[in-house]
């Protein structure tokens, strides 16, 4: 059986990885007895939002400790992700794919990757293992598997502007709608990028998982 890396982006949309993508990540991957382990950067976020109103307050958090409480504590710092000893790789989404494993939030198509998140990216890719993008994270697929990648946001036209301004080939997709691009192993899937709520997105995400685990066992 598949052993699979999750990286998370922190705690919550706005700021962080995307609360219902990665516990549905979680959900999917343990109703197929696979064994996953959680990783995240040890770097401060971007920034932190008060998720009540919208608001950015004045405070500072660590990634890797918010991280911690999606992962109920079992998460470990992204230094520590080897390539050699996981089979796949997911990504849940949320603002913090965009703004603390790459700063796409801020920067638009000049975007750059953490330093970590992308040597583990690139490990993925060059060893020809399977990779899951979900919701606003397949923007930075482009920057590790060049042009002509295929993937999905959904349907965002500013976004999938980006995309194919980065060199990828974006393909439009519902919410439990994946795109395959076979060639690099590359799954992704538009979950909250489309909503409209979380059943509609956690069938997504069934998906994707699926077929990462079948792409994995190849």
Do not use: W
């Not at 504590?73 to 520590?80: M, S, Y």
């Not at 920057?143 to 439009?172: N, S």
């Not at 994707?208 to 685990?213: D, G, H």
């Amino acid at each position: 059986m598949a052993k699979v890396a999750v990286i998370l982006a922190g705690c919550g949309v706005f700021d962080g990885a995307e609360i219902h993508e990665s516990v549905c990540t979680m959900l999917s991957l343990s109703q197929r007895g696979v064994d996953y382990q959680c990783f995240a950067p040890d770097v401060e976020q971007a920034h932190v939002i008060n998720h009540l109103t919208g608001a950015e307050v004045d405070e500072k958090r660590n990634v890797l400790v918010e991280a911690a409480r999606i992962a109920r504590g079992e998460v470990k710092p992204l230094t520590e992700l080897k390539v050699k000893d996981y089979d796949a790789l997911i990504v849940p989404g949320g603002f913090g794919a965009a703004k603390n494993l790459s700063d796409f939030a801020f920067k638009g198509t000049e975007l750059s990757l953490e330093t970590e998140f992308h040597r583990v990216l690139e490990s993925f890719a060059d060893a020809d293992k399977p990779v899951g993008l979900l919701c606003i994270a397949p923007v930075v697929a482009p920057l590790i598997y060049g042009q002509g990648v295929q993937l999905t946001i959904g349907c965002d036209a500013e976004v999938a502007a980006a995309v194919e301004e980065l060199g990828g080939q974006h393909v439009e997709a519902s919410v439990d709608q994946v795109v395959v691009d076979e060639a690099n192993q590359l799954v992704t899937v538009p979950a909250y990028m489309l909503g409209p709520d979380i059943a509609s997105v956690a069938k997504g995400i069934d998906a994707l998982v699926a077929k990462v685990v079948e792409l994995a066992a190849q």
